[in-house]
């Protein structure tokens, strides 16, 4: 829990002394002194006093380490993007950079998915990953790449690195368009999305392959979203068979319809004569 750290670290970030942040809480110094050294915990209404004083929320205060943070993640969170305040955007992303300041495109492989279900939002666990770059990606945009698994968006391969732009607001989802989220009970999913978030507070997630019903996921699911960038396969994608099929068979149900209506016709203009 960082909230003693936390405290400190927005006062100076507001340029108050201890004294300035007591008389706006309407609290003594010696309070704000214990606070911010970890011996006394804020009651719940100077917790909230704090929450609309630096406009952050307060699970903000207590779980996300604010001196860890670059000035744009920290005024995007003070410009009203937490997650945790408006409740249609996600939290601040933990990343790394490399040696030149540039944002790594950190590699979960099908092995570390698990570990990333929890350990998203640690520093720790992200500074572990693999990193690496790609030349033609966006520099002002935090990419991600997750290998997939299974065969329901076919027909890019199972085990496929699939590669994501990190979705800050989730009310600019397109819908029908291929999304990587992470939810809180089912790990990772790929899919192609229809935003019913206004309507419904739920995103439709529907499988490329059609053996694989749609579901609803609800708001409170989702950890993190990544917009499809593109993929890397060791495969070549196999023609959809199974989709010309279906094509073919309906083809063959509208030829057959057709050809019963000419016959029904016939036999109306038969039976007249």
Known sequence: MYLSSN????????????SVLAESLGIKRS???NYENGTAIPPVQILVALSDL??????????IN????????????????????????????????????????????????????????DPEFISGLPVFQL???????????????????????????????????????????????????????????????REKGTLRMISINPEYAPYDLPLGEIREVWKFAHYISSEVPEPAEKEHLHHQFEFIKTELGQIK???GQIASDTGKK
């Open 7 to 18: 405290i400190k670290f927005l006062r100076k970030r507001k340029r108050f002394t201890q």
């Open 31 to 33: 309070n704000i002194n």
């Open 54 to 63: 630096f406009h952050i929320s307060i699970d903000t205060l207590l779980r």
């Open 66 to 121: 604010l001196s860890g943070l670059r000035e744009s993640q920290l005024y995007t969170i003070e410009n009203g993007s937490d997650v945790f305040v408006k409740g249609n955007e996600l939290r601040v992303l933990t990343t790394t950079v490399d040696s030149r300041n540039r944002e790594n495109i950190e590699l979960v492989s099908i092995k570390a998915k698990a570990g990333y279900t929890t350990g998203y939002f």
């Open 135 to 197: 030349p033609f990606l966006s520099p002002e945009k935090k990419y991600r790449t997750f290998q997939i698994s299974g065969d329901s968006m076919l027909p890019i391969p199972d085990k496929s690195w699939v590669t994501g732009e990190f979705v800050q607001d989730m009310g600019t989802i397109k819908n029908n368009e291929l999304y990587i989220v992470l939810t809180l009970n089912e790990g990772m999913v790929f899919k192609k999305v229809v935003n019913e978030l």
């Open 261 to 263: 209506t000419r016959i």
